[in-house]
């Protein structure tokens, strides 16, 4: 079967840079997405990682490494409006339509 | 284009009881997806459509049904509601061969 871990909260400073992780374990992998949450909202897309290397959209960055299974988002300049939660999900093959599994997500707090 | 819609925003349901909570979507998306998620937790899927006439089954799909008549229309039924079924519902869509999902604002469900 397919899982994902993240940590469950992180915190941060406004201004600042963070990276939250994630690892899976799944197969018949296709990429890994990033998708935020904040408080009330629903899942928006943030990223897509189907290659390794780094994908940059702006102040969002997304890692992947196929060889170890990991990947994380890394946002720069910090902004209240990050205040969110951020998850990951896997984009793999079931029952012949590829479909996404996401992991429980990482609580993001912003400190001032 | 509207994107995705849901209704209603929120519904309470006694124990036994039935009903329908509806998506719908205006990209002409192939996939077709219902999400449960709960406190703390990542969203689980519990049904997908690959196109009209076509559904499947996903991580928890016990106590729903769905059928998908058009690309337009996802319904998903709760054929006898229990209190374990409280939750917030997210119906989803993309294009099948992209990775970009878009997500509806959510149906709060509260079964006592």
């Known amino acids: 079967g397919q899982s994902l871990e993240q940590p469950s909260e992180v915190t941060a400073v406004e201004g600042a840079i963070v990276q939250m992780n994630c690892t899976y374990q799944?197969?018949?992998?296709?990429?890994l997405s990033w998708y935020q949450q904040h408080d009330g909202g629903a899942p928006t897309f943030l990223s897509y990682?189907?290659?390794?290397g780094l994908e940059e959209t702006g102040r969002f960055s997304s890692f992947l490494s196929r060889s170890d299974s990991y990947g994380y988002l890394l946002l720069q300049e910090l902004q209240m409006k990050d205040s969110a939660s951020y998850f990951c999900?896997?984009?793999?093959?079931?029952?012949?339509?590829?479909?996404?599994?996401f992991g429980k997500g990482t609580h993001l707090i912003i400190q001032p | 284009n509207a994107g995705v819609t849901q209704t209603p925003k929120f519904q309470v349901l006694k124990t036994g009881q039935s009903m329908t909570l509806q998506c719908a979507q205006d990209m002409n998306h192939e996939y077709m997806s219902w999400y449960r998620q709960d406190p703390g937790m990542g969203l689980r899927l519990i049904h997908y459509?690959?196109?009209?006439?076509?559904?499947d089954q996903g991580e928890v799909p016990n106590g729903y049904n769905v059928s998908r008549s058009t690309t337009e229309d996802f319904p998903l039924r709760l054929l006898s509601a229990a209190p374990s079924q409280t939750s917030v519902y997210f119906c989803a869509s993309r294009r099948t061969e992209l990775y970009e999902q878009y997500f509806g604002p959510g149906t709060r469900l509260t079964v006592t």
């Open positions: 999900a896997v984009r793999d093959q079931r029952g012949g339509a590829d479909g996404l599994t």
């Open positions: 990682n189907a290659l390794d």
């Open positions: 459509s690959v196109g009209a006439g076509i559904t």
């Open positions: 799944t197969s018949g992998f296709y990429g």
